[in-house]
């Protein structure tokens, strides 16, 4: 919840049923959201101390995302519009991303550049105004998060493995293991040649990151190369995912003369990016902005921030609007 843009509450639940899948369940998902809707608006409504009767608009998620999902916060946010008589504002998941940064202070001037990472998007967003950005370039195949993620599956790790890679990754050597970088065209990404490098290196038992069949290491091998060189390997991996995601920054800040740069998404919250980043600023002279831990990860303070702003600029929907799994930006 949040008054004039200033934050009020930021209340989240944590879906723990989907830990020992190894990845989210989305039927599992849309089932936890129906159980936790209404407690959860109850608990930010308390938090913020405000009564529901003085809520002046209401903002929800319309895309992308699990559809689910998103059908339970449509469908819950439509029915309060229509019982308080009040305005109703469709937010796009990866554009309140990038208006975390508009959250706390400082702030960046406008235009900014925002690189938003997560686990489903890898973006590079110029953003002239709170309600006006254009997506300038994005992964051609998966998300640094999902590279994140499908490399830590192969170290054996669980779901999510971002966090654990970044943990491990603060002890190791990251020059150790050299994995390729992609040759992507203008400023679009590509991890999946990462993540079957990352799959051979492994069979192999860190031999090759080519597939050759008279390398192919027994699983003994290959559980006992991991245990032995974890922190090295999540390194090595953590430091070629972030030189991708930093060299294509940089290109972008070039070609736009953008200096204003921001961080968004669950990935952001990644200790080496964030370093690497700051240090990538400091050369470069740009003024550099990271939403707090908190913003970065899925949250309700960056959807109803961005409410905000759409709010301000009348841009309000009506009660036929519906929830889409994709989007057109
Ligand atoms: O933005 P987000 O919370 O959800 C989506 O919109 O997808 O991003 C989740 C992604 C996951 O892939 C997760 O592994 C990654 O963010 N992540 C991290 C870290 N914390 C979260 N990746 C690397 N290092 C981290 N510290
Ligand atoms: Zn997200």
């Known amino acids: 919840m949040s008054r004039n843009g200033q934050i009020l509450s930021n209340i989240i639940a944590t879906q723990k049923v989907h830990e020992q899948y190894g990845g989210v369940v989305p039927e599992l998902a849309s089932r936890a959201h129906m159980q936790n809707i209404v407690p959860v608006v109850d608990a930010a409504l308390k938090k913020a101390e405000v009564p529901l009767k003085e809520i002046t608009a209401i903002a929800f998620t319309q895309s992308p995302g699990l559809i689910g999902s998103l059908l339970v916060g449509s469908q819950f946010a439509k029915s309060l519009a229509l019982a308080l008589d009040i305005p109703l504002i469709a937010v796009h998941h990866m554009q309140a991303h990038v208006i975390a940064n508009l959250i706390s202070e400082p702030k960046p001037d406008f235009p900014f550049l925002c690189l938003t990472v997560s686990g489903g998007h890898t973006q590079i967003v110029v953003c002239r105004s709170a309600t006006d950005m254009d997506v300038i370039g994005e992964t051609i195949d998966d998300a640094a998060g999902e590279a994140f993620d499908k490399s830590a599956k192969l170290l054996g790790l669980p779901y999510p493995g971002g966090p654990l890679i970044d943990k491990y990754a603060a002890r190791g050597n990251p020059d150790r293991f050299r994995f390729p970088e992609p040759k992507v065209p203008d400023l679009d990404f590509s991890f999946s040649g990462l993540k079957t490098a990352i799959l051979y290196f492994l069979q192999n038992a860190g031999t090759s990151q080519v597939y050759r069949e008279e390398f192919l290491a027994t699983e003994e091998d290959?559980?006992?190369?991991?245990?032995?060189?974890?922190?090295?390997?999540?390194?090595?991996?953590?430091?070629?995912?972030?030189?991708?995601?930093?060299?294509?920054?940089?290109?972008?800040?070039?070609?736009?003369?953008?200096?204003?740069?921001?961080?968004?998404g669950g990935v952001s919250a990644n200790s080496g990016l964030r370093k690497a980043f700051e240090e990538m600023g400091k050369r470069y002279k740009w003024r550099t902005f990271i939403p707090p831990f908190e913003y970065c990860t899925d949250n309700a303070a960056m959807i109803s921030a961005t409410g905000y702003y759409k709010h301000l600029a009348g841009q309000h929907t009506d009660l036929s609007v519906s929830a889409m799994a994709r989007s057109v930006w």
Request: glycine share 2%; aromatic share 2%; proline share 0%.
């Open 222 to 264: 290959r559980q006992n190369f991991i245990r032995e060189n974890l922190a090295d390997i999540c390194a090595s991996i953590q430091h070629r995912i972030i030189s991708i995601l930093l060299s294509k920054l940089k290109k972008a800040s070039l070609q736009t003369g953008i200096t204003n740069i921001c961080l968004a």
